[in-house]
């Protein structure tokens, strides 16, 4: 547990609060990762961390399986939970979506980290 949080990076509130391993802000709902202390993680400092949906980190090429169906705007057919995307792209997303993929029958697309599970 981190005893002092940060400000929201988002609004800047300073009434932050941690949830399990993520710092949320109660005005303006964002959730972060905090930056932990030291270099015990090995990243640089100011890195982005993207996890999937049950905590695991991803990173640039990895492969990742999709656990809930998900709807595809213009297309009659969705994402069936567990079709394997390959060689995924972590990406600053519009609205949360921060991979950056190409799945086999529709093309090229975003998704979020909370639909997918690191394979």
């Given at each position: ?69 998900l ?13 394997k ?22 093309g ?12």
């Amino acid at each position: 547990m981190i005893e002092n949080l940060p400000p929201c990076p988002k609004c800047s509130c300073e009434y932050t609060y941690e949830m399990n391993a993520l710092g949320v802000c109660p005005e303006c709902g964002h959730e972060w990762v905090p930056a932990k202390s030291g270099t015990e993680s090995g990243d640089a400092p100011g890195e982005r961390v993207v996890q999937d949906s049950v905590g695991n980190v991803l990173q640039d090429g990895d492969s990742v399986v999709v656990v809930k169906a998900l709807k595809v705007k213009g297309s009659s057919s969705g994402i069936k939970a567990g079709t394997k995307v390959r060689s995924i792209r972590l990406v600053d997303g519009v609205d949360g979506h921060d991979i950056d993929c190409k799945i086999d029958g529709f093309g090229a697309m975003q998704l979020k980290s909370s639909v997918v599970k690191k394979a």
